[in-house]
């Protein structure tokens, strides 16, 4: 019987695999529909920024950029609501490695000005908000193993504003710019690149806030600790 | 065959190892994996298959960079869930009520309960 299931299963994922494989190679031996890179090269200096994937990200295709911070500030509130949080400074969730110390002085500083270079080089080569964010909300973990205390992500006002900070500036950004006139999340004409950079400068923070803050809201718990709210 | 189509099918590979971790295995957290393991195949086809015309296409390359990392903030928001039905449970496997539970609830496992 269960060796049926499993035979029943791999014929399953195999028939998947195969069809997806197939799909695939008629996709590809058929011609492209329409020249999407020609038509990005053509339309790149309306963007405000000279990076092809910038552009799409927080112009062309802003849309997506908006809901998928939208997601992310649903997870992040969705996560800290689940956890009980112990205190952040939990000595048993500290690290007592002099090693991680000593380099977490050099780390931390150097990791914030990559975040903010990261954040900047998005405008003409690889980089942007979310590669930022991302080193952001490392620096914030290693901090947080190394026991720094870090008072905002208590489940608070700060931790709010800061996880719904990006998601409101860019409604905002759209928003505006529909009722001055244009399409919803059209930036008007000569304001594209300052309104990216705001957007980006912002969706950077709230990404790195809603990574660390997801992180950590899965606190190790165990049963003899109070837990926040729940003292003795 | 050229080397973009070698990254598609690989990423079909994914999806399908990804999809058979998924229904094969118990523990929730394997599920996770193998559920990351397929998204993972799909942004392999995608960017892969973008690549035709020879130089990379860089809308599929946005769409793969913004499901990335809404697929990380998922991941993070599973593992949360997880834990907590751990914590609720003492269970890290979906079983059906009236089978055995895979793992005995820890004898602290109760303690978030609605009874507390």
């Keep these: ?232 | 065959m050229t080397i973009h189509l070698l990254y598609a099918f690989a990423g079909v590979a994914l999806c399908g190892i990804g999809l058979f971790g998924f229904i094969r295995l118990d523990h929730l957290l394997r599920k996770l994996m193998a559920f990351n393991l397929m998204g993972s195949g799909v942004f392999l086809v995608m960017v892969g298959l973008a690549q035709r015309g020879g130089q990379p296409d860089p809308v599929p390359q946005a769409l793969v960079l913004t499901g990335i990392v809404v697929a990380v903030a998922a991941t993070a928001l599973a593992v949360v869930l997880i834990r907590r039905y751990y914590h609720l449970s003492g269970q890290i496997t979906l079983a059906e009520p009236g089978r055995e539970p895979v793992k005995k609830p820890a004898a602290d496992a109760h303690r978030e309960g609605p009874t507390e």
């Design chain 1, 1 to 232: 019987m269960r060796a049926l299931s499993v035979v029943t299963m791999t014929a399953v994922c195999l028939a998947f695999a195969g069809l997806l494989g197939l799909a695939v190679w008629h996709i590809a031996g058929s011609p492209a529909p329409v020249n999407l890179p020609g038509l990005l090269a053509e339309n790149l200096d309306a963007s405000g920024v000279e990076h092809p994937i910038t552009a799409v990200l927080l112009n062309f295709r802003s849309y997506d950029t908006l809901l998928e911070i939208g997601v992310l500030v649903i997870a992040g509130i969705a996560g800290i609501s689940m956890a009980k949080t112990t205190s952040l400074e939990d000595p048993d969730l500290r690290t007592s490695d002099s090693l991680l110390y000593a380099l977490q002085r050099w780390f931390v500083p150097l990791m914030l000005v990559l975040a903010g270079y990261l954040l900047w080089a998005g405008s003409d080569r690889p980089g942007g908000a979310f590669q930022a964010g991302a080193v952001l909300a490392a620096s914030g973990v290693m901090m947080r193993l190394g026991g720094i205390p870090m008072d905002f992500l208590r489940p608070g006002v700060l931790l709010r504003l800061g996880l719904a900070l990006g998601f409101t500036v860019f409604l905002l950004v759209a928003v505006a710019s529909a009722l001055a006139g244009e399409a919803f999340l059209a930036y008007p004409a000569g304001f594209a690149k300052p309104l990216i950079l705001v957007i980006e400068t912002v969706l950077t923070f709230s990404i790195a806030m809603v990574l660390l803050a997801l992180f950590v809201s899965a606190p190790v718990n165990r049963a003899q600790e109070p837990e926040e709210g729940e003292h003795e």
